[in-house]
């Protein structure tokens, strides 16, 4: 009976516990209802239990917030609210993502022995706090009061807080400095720079607990300041090159730019504005309309600045008109040229005809007819042929030139070169009867033949021919041939074209040998030579004399054959004959000459030669009787007489300095030269010399040559050799180069010389830097010059060593 007691006992204790962990209800059996705050876009997850269930079983459902019952759909499903048996005993509702819209009462309704028990969660979303019209970047402008925007939205007014990050996050509190306004953000008191930095603003929802926060960086703005607007080249740049204008400022945040063009100098529709963040504007190929004035208004939150700057565009000069011209001979044509450019291009003219000394009549005048363009205009009062030929017209201006050839064409009637013309002729002589002239356009030619006591007949025949040979050939002239006497008589040249006509006559007349000569005189008679005085014809019914002929023989030979020996002269020569043998007698003729032939001889001539004298005097190598030297070592020389009897043993020579063309006797030298040459070497420089040169052979002296030699007013010839040059300039490089390496000695202590005197020096003073670097400070192969001097762009260097001095130089040392 204990024992059961014990047991029942037991089972109580038990069964309490049971309920103790089990809520001591196996289904809940009275109507229960609680409320559950779920943050918006989460799940929700609740059980209905019934662990004992009625004698009819497990009861369970779920209803909706519109007691619409849930089905059990189970995981996977794609419904938002679905239910699921956990097992036999356990019913789950499950909400994937909890909504405002989803939001109510959820119950659990279960039936325990016929009566129906219903529990009730009431779900009820909230939303988390969010951010609204808020930066992340904000700027505050230096001086004023500036608010930091912070707005926060959410199931309530959110409380918002303010911190700073100034090593750490620090709460601020209102005061002096800040006040905090919920609603909007942070006032910011009198800003300086040192206010910008990170802010971390939070709201927090005070019924859900639920908070957020936002760094919200603050820069400290600054009005711009313009340092200037710098243009790259230049601010006068040549049209084609590329500019950039660059517009200097400074300010926080970084301002924007606004360019304009607001010159006057161009018109209204070439004048723009633009807005654009960076601060320059190039212009890849700068064109005449891109010159004017700039201005750069540099703008951001805190305010703006603005600067102007002037470009000017240099344009090359370029010829705009300059025509070829045509113009009738009296006219008074203009011939214009026009040039533009920037600056306005200098504009003139040149004449590129023939050359011409009528120059009256011609006028030209020069203006201005723009800013860029200049215009040149040459006036004729009455044009002339001569006026005819090219015009160059030159433009220019300080960047480049320009040229352009223009030809201006004379319409002209033809002008002959002479009126009248005399030609002589015979039989077998081709005569060209020329009718050149000048025309333009081209002249037509016709000839007319007026004979002397001729027939009517003959002279239509030979009318007849000249219009054939005029019709064969395209030149001035035609080539008549005298083959009868019919030929001479007087011809008529006439020239015409559409602006008039010219007339020349040419007399043909027969021409006939000269007539004999009647005065001939001996000038002089050497051994071997005898020189003659020809006086021509005074009258020649022919063309002029050009010459002398000669015909000459000994006399023993004279009267024996007809062979003799001639020598023909050109008129205004020495008449001399030459290579004669001394102390013989000889006989000699002269007849004159002309184109047409020889005329008859004269009557023969004695004369006898002298017996055997002196050799021929020499002939100086030059042209004329006076010499311009090149320098003193210029050499002259002279040939050899042709004939002498005996050889000539050596020259004689005396040169005498001359002042105002007077010979300095006093100052005369002579030389005896064996050969036929002398050079200039004790000639003075700047001075003229008076030069006597006489042959010398047993029979005596030659008669003398004279040469007048003139020295240049300096020296012309190198100094020196080549060898002698390269050597000085060897000699000059390395004076040069020792010199260079004695300043580096004094200056660095560096170079040849220093390492040679201070080889030793600086062993020492390395062994003692070692002894006195206790700290390894100074590392094997540092120097004091070069990249080991230079500190890292990362680091700081506190001391220096010099290796050559032993100094420490740097931040702390006591240098």
Request: charged share 25%; with cysteine.
């Amino acid at each position: 009976m204990f024992v059961k007691r014990y047991n029942k006992s037991c089972l109580v204790a038990v069964l309490f516990l049971c309920c103790l962990i089990k809520e001591c209800v196996t289904c809940f059996t009275e109507d229960e209802s609680e409320v559950t705050k779920v943050k918006s876009g989460s799940s929700f997850y609740e059980e209905c239990r019934c662990d004992e269930p009625g004698p009819t079983g497990v009861h369970l459902k779920w209803f909706d917030i519109n007691d619409q019952e849930v089905i059990a759909l189970g995981p996977g499903t794609k419904s938002n609210v679905y239910t699921e048996w956990i097992d036999e005993k356990v019913y789950g509702l499950y909400i994937s993502n909890v909504t405002k819209s989803i939001s109510g009462a959820y119950k659990c309704v279960t039936n325990f022995s016929g009566q129906q028990y219903t529990k009730v969660f009431n779900i009820e979303a909230y939303d988390l706090p969010y951010f609204v019209n808020t930066a992340e970047i904000q700027y505050l402008v230096n001086g004023k009061d500036e608010l930091v925007i912070c707005e926060a939205r959410g199931e309530t007014d959110p409380f918002i807080s303010w911190h700073k990050d100034k090593d750490g996050f620090i709460e601020i509190s209102d005061d002096d400095k800040y006040e905090i306004v919920s609603s909007k953000g942070l006032i910011i008191r009198n800003v300086t720079k040192e206010d910008g930095g990170i802010y971390k603003c939070t709201a927090s929802d005070l019924e859900t607990g639920e908070g957020i926060d936002k760094d919200i960086k603050v820069e400290v703005t600054y009005m711009p300041t313009l340092d200037g607007l710098i243009a790259t080249p230049e601010a006068t740049v040549v049209v084609g090159e590329t500019l950039t204008i660059e517009c200097v400022a400074k300010g926080m945040p970084p301002p924007e730019y606004i360019w304009r063009k607001v010159s006057e100098m161009e018109p209204a529709d070439v004048n723009v504005t633009w807005h654009q963040i960076t601060n320059t504007i190039v212009f890849d190929s700068v064109v005449a309309e891109d010159r004017g004035i700039y201005e750069c208004t540099a703008f951001n939150a805190a305010g703006n600045a603005t600067k102007e700057i002037t470009i000017d565009v240099l344009v090359p000069p370029e010829i705009t008109q300059f025509n070829n011209i045509t113009i009738i001979e009296g006219e008074t044509p203009q011939i214009i040229c026009k040039a533009i450019g920037r600056p306005r291009p200098k504009v003139s003219m040149t004449f590129e005809g023939g050359a011409s000394d009528d120059n009256k009549g011609i006028y030209w005048h020069i203006w201005n007819t723009s800013d860029f363009e200049t215009k040149f205009q040459l006036s004729f009062s009455q044009v002339k042929r001569t006026h005819q030929g090219s015009y160059i017209c030159n433009a220019s201006n300080e960047v480049d030139f320009a040229t352009k050839e223009i030809y201006m064409s004379v319409l002209h009637k033809p002008y002959l070169n002479s009126a009248t013309e005399s030609l002589w002729g015979w039989n077998g002589k081709i005569v060209n009867l020329t009718c050149e002239n000048e025309s333009n356009p081209p002249s037509q030619i016709y000839w007319r033949y007026q004979g002397n006591d001729i027939s009517t007949a003959e002279q239509v025949l030979i009318n007849n021919m000249l219009e054939e040979k005029v019709n064969n050939t395209s030149e001035y002239f035609i080539p008549l041939l005298i083959d009868k006497p019919s030929l001479y008589g007087i011809y008529e040249c006439v020239v015409r074209n559409d602006y008039g006509e010219d007339t020349k006559t040419i007399t043909l007349r027969e021409g006939f040998t000269p007539p004999s000569i009647k005065n001939v005189t001996i000038l002089e008679i050497t051994s071997t030579s005898a020189t003659f005085a020809i006086v021509g014809p005074n009258e020649v019914n022919g063309p002029p004399v050009i010459g002398f002929t000669a015909e000459y023989d000994e006399s023993n030979n004279y009267d024996i054959t007809d062979i003799h020996i001639n020598r023909t002269w050109s008129i205004d020569r020495p008449y001399k004959v030459d290579k004669l043998k001394p102390n013989t007698t000889y006989y000699i003729k002269f007849a004159a000459v002309n184109d047409v032939g020889a005329g008859p001889w004269s009557e023969s001539l004695e004369f006898i030669t002298l017996e055997t004298s002196a050799t021929d005097p020499p002939e100086w190598d030059v042209e004329s009787e006076s010499l311009i030297a090149a320098s003193n070592k210029q050499v002259l020389s002279w040939k050899i007489p042709e004939y002498t009897e005996e050889p000539i043993d050596y020259y004689a020579l005396r040169y005498c300095p001359m002042m105002n063309s007077i010979v300095q006797d006093d100052l005369c030298q002579e030389e005896i030269i064996k050969s036929n040459e002398f050079e200039l070497t004790d000639f003075k420089y700047n001075t003229t010399y008076s030069l006597e040169l006489i042959a010398h052979n047993p029979q005596g002296n030659s008669s003398a040559s004279r040469l007048y030699v003139i020295m240049p007013a300096e020296d012309l010839s190198p100094m020196l050799s080549a060898g002698a040059f390269i050597g000085l300039s060897v000699v000059v490089v390395f004076i040069c180069l020792l010199l260079l390496d004695l300043l580096f000695l004094l200056w660095r202590r560096q170079g040849i010389m220093a390492k040679c005197c201070y080889k030793k020096k600086n062993k020492r003073t390395e062994d003692s830097l070692r002894s006195r670097d206790k700290k390894g400070l100074l590392k094997s192969g540092e120097s004091t010059s070069g990249e080991s001097m230079k500190r890292p762009s990362n680091g700081h260097k506190e001391y220096e060593y010099d290796k050559t001095t032993g100094v420490i130089i740097g931040k702390h040392s006591a240098v």
